[in-house]
């Protein structure tokens, strides 16, 4: 995670001058001990914290785009003119401050108190059930607050902890450098005050979409005026001999990431079945922890399939130096007390073995529930479900894609908290259609990959830059449009592109 940025610029209580501040450009400055973000956008002049409240991204390193301001880290979205998060994976604001100008200087000093409630809702509903307590599901009940609704809200988590921070399970809190108050979203406190009702450990045993009725394994029924399906989605299982065995984990939830630091005090050689993003991950975590990590995968190359021989050639010669050891073109044939059995017929021994194949959405609920589900809960773009007043959001819903025109399903945090959002307001009658550019990030030790749109297949790949130097811009095509990009170290570059994706998403719905 990135530092909380020092207090670095100019003094902006003592003024800057206006002419060197152009329009369109941002100066970082700082007012105390807290630093400020000036910006110019036209003739006006804005004020707010310069840093990102979602990893302390550095706003100054990010991009203008109208009266935002988007994080070079994650591609979260400030308002210039009230600091609001107006888009995940950030969900709080950003403080603002006045900006008086005399002549041609201008100065910052008084903190403003800014009224970031939106008007409350026309709207019939009185209850809202959210099965699932992860990125969507959370994200849809801090946005059913913050746009005015005011009637009951009920999450039905089968989790036993509160809604966190997913991503960091396999990458800075697996690896020891994150401490365990950053997973949490939010305290239980937050969720009183805002009267969230979230039932932990509550396992939903049907939905009748007829009758809006919700019934717990346990006999509990929750009615309801709108219901998100936010389930997302579990991993896929080996079924292989010795899959039964205790030293066999895998890593989806909280309670997965810390049973795997409990066994890495103990052991001292894992083997990690799948080189995929969570497995690779997984290794590069353990590796910070001293273990000697061995990663077994069927492909030629780590990850090739989703970005591209270059990138996959370079992922795994960072994890090489890290002293990582692949096995590729082969899988695990069988696990046994020494260790993992492959299919070539060479043993690997280990600890502690991983498994990352992939996971599959949880759609067992919708279909009994008579909701159309492909490969997903089949979603509309405003994340309406076949059935009056469900929608679904996160890992498990498929919707039309506005810049690619296919169904897609993705496995992203950030896609599975901008839809929650987009559901909560669409709940409320806000008709908005879903159309965020997919965005996703990997870390492999100190290099972070980036990227944005979507890519099942292209048919052609250009690169600016060297991958071998970690630092490039890898741009995928399919029929001579761009599909999707990935960079790294050039975090400007990914945050043009993703406007340059929604510029042409705007433009093909006018024609």
């Known amino acids: 995670m990135s530092e909380t940025a020092q207090p670095s610029g100019p003094d902006l209580t003592k003024g800057i001058s206006f002419s060197d501040l152009p329009a369109g450009a941002m100066l970082l400055g700082h007012i105390g001990d807290e630093a400020v973000l000036v910006a110019r956008q036209g003739e006006e002049i804005f004020a707010i914290g310069a840093i990102c409240t979602h990893y302390n991204g550095p706003l100054a390193d990010g991009l203008l785009v109208a009266d935002t301001v988007r994080c070079p880290l994650h591609h979260a979205c400030f308002s210039l003119r009230t600091g609001e998060a107006l888009r995940a994976p950030a969900l709080n604001p950003v403080s603002c401050w006045r900006v008086d100008r005399d002549g041609d200087m201008l100065f910052a000093r008084e903190k403003m108190k800014v009224d970031r409630k939106h008007a409350r809702s026309d709207t019939e509903l009185r209850s809202v059930v959210i099965i699932g307590g992860g990125a969507a599901g959370n994200a849809a009940a801090e946005m059913l607050r913050r746009y005015g609704y005011d009637g009951s809200i009920t999450m039905l988590s089968a989790d036993d902890a509160l809604p966190y921070d997913r991503p960091n399970l396999s990458k800075d809190f697996l690896a020891g450098t994150a401490p365990a108050d950053w997973i949490p979203l939010r305290s239980a406190d937050f969720y009183s005050k805002r009267r969230i009702d979230v039932r932990l450990g509550a396992r939903v045993a049907s939905i009748d979409a007829t009758g809006r009725v919700v019934t717990l394994e346990d006999g509990g029924r929750f009615e309801f005026d709108a219901l998100l399906i936010a389930t997302g989605a579990s991993p896929v299982r080996l079924d292989i001999p010795g899959a039964n065995l205790a030293k066999l984990r895998y890593l989806r939830t909280l309670d997965d990431s810390i049973a795997l630091i409990d066994e890495a005090k103990t052991a001292k050689r894992i083997a990690v079945i799948g080189a995929s993003f969570i497995g690779l991950e997984t290794a590069a975590a353990l590796r910070e922890r001293g273990l000697d990590v061995h990663v077994i995968g069927p492909q030629s190359r780590p990850l090739e399939r989703v970005l591209g021989p270059e990138l996959g050639d370079m992922i795994r010669a960072i994890h090489e130096e890290h002293g990582v050891k692949f ?62 007043r469900i929608f679904a959001a996160g890992d498990i819903a498929r919707w039309p894609d506005q810049h690619t025109g296919s169904s897609i399903r993705v496995e992203h945090w950030v896609v599975a908290e901008r839809q929650g959002q987009t559901a909560a307001r669409n709940m409320l009658g806000h008709n908005e259609r879903f159309d965020a550019v997919p965005f996703f990030w990997s870390q492999h030790y100190d290099v972070a990959i980036r990227y944005v749109g979507h890519a099942e297949r292209w048919d052609k790949i250009e690169i600016d830059g060297n991958p071998a130097a970690r630092d490039c811009k890898v741009t995928y095509f399919q029929a001579g449009r761009t599909v999707a990009v990935a960079t790294v170290s050039r975090d400007l570059a990914n945050l043009r592109a993703e406007v340059d994706l929604e510029r042409e998403i705007f433009q093909r719905s006018q024609l």
């Not at 299919?343 to 498994?355: F, H, M, P, T």
Request: hydrophobic content about 45%; charged content about 20%.
């Open 327 to 388: 096995l590729l073109g082969t899988s695990a044939a069988a696990i046994d007390e020494r260790g993992v059995i492959l299919k070539s017929g060479e043993a690997i021994q280990a600890d502690l073995v991983v498994a990352g194949i992939g996971v599959h959405p949880d759609t067992a609920l919708a279909s009994q529930a008579g909701l159309r589900v492909d490969n997903g809960i089949v979603v509309d773009e405003y994340l309406r479900t076949t059935a009056n």
